[in-house]
């Protein structure tokens, strides 16, 4: 049968509160970021992106932050909203235009 | 941004019987896909990067002949689940990256159902 599911951290915030949501990679040969955001039963739909050559980018209500040294990556939210509700993913692709691979994810749940 | 189609988006089938899944690049070329499964409350796990008119590149653990990844053209993916188990049982999704980019773009994943 399938894998026994482990639990997502989740991180429970109140709308209109800022929401950080934070990742550790493992490869220091990464060099480039994205953050995803998942809803049930579809796929995984882009966020944001950083190289490794930033140490912070910013979007609409989002920013990303990277610190090489200890390799963590963050998403902050502003002023969080009921359809931020989701699973987030931070993603490390490694050398040019290889694989991308994800992270354990994180469960954001707004609170009305 | 890009849209990547995937068909279908959820599949029942009977043990032994085999299942294929189509992965599309709407408006842009692809030439490099990747195929992915994801249990409940599980990440996705990364199964091969196809890569077109080669052959795929699994991870580790994959067997390559049960799933069988054909990439034919830079807008088209298929991953075969052949001889399906309950086991198998998962959501299958496929992303797509632009001829020389780093971004990929997600499908809306197929959920497969073994019976």
């Known amino acids: 049968g399938e894998s026994v599911g482990l639990h997502l951290p989740t991180l429970s915030v109140q709308e209109g509160d800022n929401s950080i949501i934070n990742c550790a990679y493992s490869?220091?040969?990464?060099?480039?970021f994205i953050w995803y955001k998942q809803e049930s039963g579809k796929g995984p739909q882009f966020i944001i992106d950083?190289?490794?050559?930033?140490d912070k980018r910013q979007g609409q209500r989002v920013t990303v932050l990277l610190n090489k040294t200890v390799k963590h990556l963050s998403l902050q939210i502003a002023a969080t909203q009921p359809g931020d509700s989701a699973v987030y993913f931070c993603?490390?692709?490694?050398?040019?235009?290889?694989?991308?691979?994800f992270g354990t994810g994180t469960k954001l749940q707004v609170i009305p | 941004g890009a849209v990547v189609s995937q068909h279908p988006s959820r599949v029942i089938c009977k043990s032994g019987t085999s299942v294929k899944i189509e992965c599309r690049s709407l408006?842009?070329?692809?030439?490099?896909m990747f195929w992915y499964r994801q249990f409940p409350k599980q990440s996705l796990m990364l199964m091969a990067t196809?890569?077109?008119?080669?052959?795929?590149?699994?991870e580790q653990g994959v067997e390559k002949d049960k799933f069988l990844i054909n990439h034919a053209s830079l807008t088209l993916s298929t991953l075969t689940v052949t001889s399906a188990h309950p086991e198998d049982s998962s959501f299958y999704i496929c992303?797509?990256?632009?001829?020389?980019?780093?971004?990929?773009?997600f499908g809306q994943g197929t959920r497969l159902t073994v019976v």
């Open positions: 992303s797509a990256r632009v001829v020389a980019g780093l971004e990929a773009f």
């Open positions: 490869n220091s040969a990464s060099d480039y």
């Open positions: 950083i190289r490794s050559n930033m």
């Open positions: 993603a490390e692709n490694s050398g040019g235009y290889q694989k991308v691979t």
């Open positions: 408006d842009f070329q692809a030439t490099t």
């Open positions: 196809s890569n077109e008119g080669s052959k795929a590149t699994y």
